[in-house]
């Protein structure tokens, strides 16, 4: 019986401001408050809200039938907890249907995977947290940014104790093979791998309302027929995309909610199911591994990195970034931790790609890419100058090996001290609470001995 996977992604940039290369030094605050309201704003109005509410009517109205997956980012659920609150109440009310899981990515939506693996296990337990706290939820299934993936971050993955990975279904790694079977990790054969149909997904995400495509208008049966007329052993269906795609990629106008919200009762027609990432990965075995040497992402042609590391600015600004993960990761200052986050957002390289992908891409703030790569260096340039006030830059591995099992046995000690500080108060109070009793005690006997000697 097939099956179709689900899956929207919750993403916002949180904008950079204007920086000028004088402010190095004197300005620490790096983000465009206005921009950042706005936007959350308006991705919140035009998709979230309508997008949400649509999936909690298929969830309630469907009996279970019906199942979705979703992940957000760190940053966008801070951007939300601050300027849209009703989306996070909606998310929520979604989560308390039982029809959707809640998939893990990095806190940053960054690029540490290809960068640091301790930074990259930080953020995604962090995120981990932050979906149980909010949610409930333990995920057990992961999402890199950009469904960025290979080998060895899929090693990586498996080690964190997650099942599957949502992972693209590029034609360079696929060759001959079917994205609608499960697969499994080359490195480590416990993590199961969920491969996007790429076609399919981008039918509804970019195709929906392009009157100039030869499928258009596409109504809900004619798309559930295509996946029925698959071979029949082709059992998993994935279909993966930003939420964004309904309401701002494709307006409202163009009906995409009203195609949704049909998908289910032509699905059941057709005897094809929705499931859940983890009900994938528990239910189904592996046909065979999936062997992804370089990189690969959702995005562009090429389904590579490219888009963020593919010129020289890019790669310059994102070692730069790289340069201090260590220091970072021994800091436990909030702020800095809390811009390390913010500036290691995949859209931060993005802005500074100089490829043609024959589409338009928004620049935000931006000119040109060196526009973009010049505010950027100018805010990574005071951003690093406050992380090696901390931890000088001249200081080498070894001395930095050194003060990290410093600061390690540091506070290893501070725990002992406060078991003991602990356990001695718990003394003292057991001490002061005998006293009133032997006072009591020895006053009782001086007033029996009165009484005899009368």
């Not at 995409?256 to 859940?276: D, V, W």
């Amino acid at each position: 019986m097939k099956t179709i996977c689900l899956y929207f992604e919750i993403h916002q940039i949180t904008h950079l401001k204007r920086y000028r290369f004088f402010e190095i030094g004197t300005d620490h605050y790096y983000y465009d408050d206005y921009a950042n309201e706005q936007g959350i704003n308006d991705v919140a109005e035009r998709s979230y809200i309508p997008a949400l509410t649509t999936l909690i009517e298929m969830a309630k109205n469907n009996e279970g039938a019906f199942k979705v997956g979703l992940s957000i980012s760190g940053v966008a659920l801070e951007q939300l907890e601050i300027h849209a609150p009703a989306v996070i109440e909606l998310l929520q009310e979604l989560n308390a249907t039982g029809c959707c899981e809640f998939i893990c990515e990095p806190y940053s939506h960054g690029l540490s995977s290809l960068a640091n693996e301790e930074c990259f296990r930080e953020e995604v337990e962090f995120m981990r947290k932050k979906i149980k706290d909010y949610f409930g939820q333990d995920p057990k299934v992961f999402r890199n940014s950009s469904l960025i993936y290979d080998n060895e971050i899929g090693g990586i993955v498996a080690s964190m104790g997650f099942k599957g990975q949502l992972i693209e279904g590029a034609k360079h790694v696929l060759g001959w093979k079917s994205p609608h079977y499960l697969y499994h990790c080359a490195e480590n054969p416990n993590l199961k791998l969920l491969m996007r149909d790429f076609k399919l997904s981008d039918d509804i995400s970019l195709r929906f309302s392009n009157s100039e495509w030869s499928e258009y208008p596409l109504f809900a049966d004619t798309y559930i027929d295509w996946i029925a007329t698959l071979p029949e052993n082709e059992q998993v269906i994935n279909i993966f995309m930003e939420l964004s795609a309904l309401g701002i990629a494709q307006p409202l106008s163009s009906n995409i909610l009203e195609f949704l919200k049909a998908l289910p009762a032509c699905a059941k027609q057709r005897g094809i199911t929705f499931s859940t990432p983890t009900e994938i990965v528990t239910k189904l075995k592996s046909v065979d591994m999936m062997d992804v040497p370089y990189p690969m992402s959702w995005s562009d042609e090429e389904r590579d990195i490219s888009p963020w590391l593919g010129n020289v600015m890019q790669r310059e600004a994102f070692n730069k970034l790289y340069s201090v993960a260590e220091r970072v990761h021994l800091c436990d200052d909030r702020r800095i931790k809390q811009d390390w986050f913010y500036l290691q957002a995949s859209n931060n390289f993005r802005f500074m790609t100089t490829k043609d992908t024959g589409v338009g891409l928004d620049r935000g703030i931006y000119d040109s890419p060196y526009d973009a790569f010049t505010n950027y260096m100018n805010i990574l340039g005071d951003f690093l100058a406050r992380v090696n006030s901390l931890y000088p830059a001249d200081m080498d591995n070894e001395e930095l090996g050194s003060l990290l099992t410093t600061i390690k046995n540091q506070g290893e000690e501070l725990v002992q001290l406060n078991d003991e500080v602990t356990k001695l108060q718990a003394e003292l109070k057991k001490s002061e609470a005998k006293k009133p009793a032997a006072k009591k005690t020895t006053t009782t006997r001086k007033t029996a001995a009165a009484k005899k000697e009368k």
